[in-house]
C-alpha cells in the first residue's frame, strides 16, 4: 500500500492507496515541535481503526509546504513503515510543465494538484485550494502550470477580524441566513462566507478571460464544501485531489503506471 502525505502550513492530510483505491483518509494537525515518534504513535491508531498497520505500507511519497516538517515525516516513515519516502521537489517528474519566472517558487501542494486536475479532468482549468491560503492556478489545456493568486485564507481573514477589532468575537465558519446580518455574529459571516464568494467569481472570470476557451474550475481544501455551495463558477469538487496527485506522481516516479 501507498502511504501520501501532504504537508499544510495547518494540517497535514494522509491517505493510504491500495492500487488507485483510496482506502482510507485522516487530517492531523501541523506542529513543528511534535516529533516522528509522536506523530507514529497516531498513525498507528488510525491505522489499527481501518484494520491496518505500519506493516501493510511498502511505499509512501511526502510533499510539504512545511520544510521543517519533512524530515520529521521522513524518519517515521523510515522507522516505522521501514520504507524511504519520495519526496516532491527538484528533479521529481510530476507531469507538470511550470511556466512560472522562477519555477522552484512555487509550492509542492500547487504542482501536486495541477497534476492531478489535469490529468483527471482534462484542461485548460483553474484549481481552486482552500487551505491555509486560499490558491487559484491556472493549468493549460497540455498540462502546463501557468501560475495563479494566492489570498489569505478564510480562517486567516477570521481570526484577523477577532484579533485586530476588540469588540468582534471568533465566529464559526458557516452560511449566514442573510446577507444582512441582523447581529454581530451574522454580519461576520455574513462578510466572510459571501465575502470569499466574491473574491472566487471575480478571479476566476479574470482568469477565465485569459486562458480562454472553456474551462472547468476544480475545488479543494478544508473550506472547499462552504464556499462551493453559494457560487455556479466551481464545476467539481472534489476532496481528495491533493492525496490523488501524489499518488499519480509517485507511479510516474515509480514506474506503476
Given at each position: 500500500?501507498?502511504?501520501?502525505?501532504?504537508?499544510?502550513?495547518?494540517?497535514?492530510?494522509?491517505?493510504?492507496?491500495?492500487?488507485?483505491?483510496?482506502?482510507?483518509?485522516?487530517?492531523?494537525?501541523?506542529?513543528?515541535?511534535?516529533?516522528?515518534?509522536?506523530?507514529?504513535?497516531?498513525?498507528?491508531?488510525?491505522?489499527?481503526?481501518?484494520?491496518?498497520?505500519?506493516?501493510?505500507?511498502?511505499?509512501?511519497?511526502?510533499?510539504?509546504?512545511?520544510?521543517?516538517?519533512?524530515?520529521?515525516?521522513?524518519?517515521?516513515?523510515?522507522?516505522?513503515?521501514?520504507?524511504?519516502?519520495?519526496?516532491?521537489?527538484?528533479?521529481?517528474?510530476?507531469?507538470?510543465?511550470?511556466?512560472?519566472?522562477?519555477?522552484?517558487?512555487?509550492?509542492?501542494?500547487?504542482?501536486?494538484?495541477?497534476?492531478?486536475?489535469?490529468?483527471?479532468?482534462?484542461?485548460?482549468?483553474?484549481?481552486?485550494?482552500?487551505?491555509?491560503?486560499?490558491?487559484?492556478?491556472?493549468?493549460?489545456?497540455?498540462?502546463?502550470?501557468?501560475?495563479?493568486?494566492?489570498?489569505?485564507?478564510?480562517?486567516?481573514?477570521?481570526?484577523?477580524?477577532?484579533?485586530?477589532a476588540a469588540k468582534l468575537p471568533r465566529v464559526e465558519l458557516t452560511r449566514p441566513k442573510k446577507a444582512i446580518g441582523r447581529n454581530t455574529v451574522a454580519a461576520?459571516?455574513?462578510?466572510?462566507?459571501?465575502?470569499?464568494?466574491?473574491?472566487?467569481?471575480?478571479?476566476?472570470?479574470?482568469?477565465?478571460?485569459?486562458?480562454?476557451?472553456?474551462?472547468?474550475?476544480?475545488?479543494?481544501?478544508?473550506?472547499?464544501?462552504?464556499?462551493?455551495?453559494?457560487?455556479?463558477?466551481?464545476?467539481?469538487?472534489?476532496?481528495?485531489?491533493?492525496?490523488?496527485?501524489?499518488?499519480?506522481?509517485?507511479?510516474?516516479?515509480?514506474?506503476?503506471?
Open positions: 500500500m501507498l502511504l501520501a502525505i501532504d504537508i499544510g502550513n495547518t494540517t497535514i492530510a494522509l491517505g493510504v492507496f491500495q492500487g488507485e483505491k483510496l482506502k482510507a483518509t485522516w487530517r492531523l494537525s501541523t506542529d513543528v515541535h511534535k516529533l516522528a515518534d509522536e506523530y507514529a504513535a497516531i498513525l498507528l491508531n488510525l491505522l489499527t481503526l481501518e484494520g491496518l498497520s505500519f506493516s501493510d505500507i511498502d511505499e509512501a511519497i511526502i510533499s510539504s509546504s512545511v520544510p521543517p516538517m519533512v524530515t520529521t515525516l521522513e524518519e517515521l516513515c523510515e522507522r516505522y513503515c521501514k520504507v524511504t519516502p519520495l519526496v516532491v521537489g527538484t528533479g521529481i517528474k510530476t507531469g507538470v510543465r511550470i511556466s512560472l519566472d522562477n519555477p522552484r517558487e512555487v509550492g509542492a501542494d500547487r504542482v501536486v494538484n495541477a497534476a492531478a486536475a489535469h490529468r483527471l479532468y482534462g484542461g485548460p482549468l483553474i484549481v481552486i485550494d482552500f487551505g491555509t491560503a486560499t490558491t487559484l492556478d491556472a493549468v493549460s489545456a497540455d498540462g502546463g502550470y501557468l501560475g495563479g493568486a494566492i489570498a489569505p485564507g478564510i480562517g486567516i481573514s477570521a481570526d484577523a477580524l477577532f484579533e485586530r461576520m459571516q455574513s462578510g466572510i462566507i459571501f465575502g470569499y464568494v466574491g473574491l472566487i467569481e471575480g478571479i476566476v472570470v479574470r482568469m477565465r478571460k485569459e486562458l480562454g476557451g472553456k474551462v472547468r474550475v476544480i475545488a479543494t481544501g478544508g473550506l472547499a464544501s462552504v464556499i462551493a455551495k453559494e457560487t455556479d463558477v466551481i464545476d467539481v469538487l472534489d476532496p481528495d485531489l491533493t492525496l490523488v496527485g501524489l499518488r499519480l506522481i509517485h507511479e510516474l516516479n515509480s514506474g506503476h503506471q
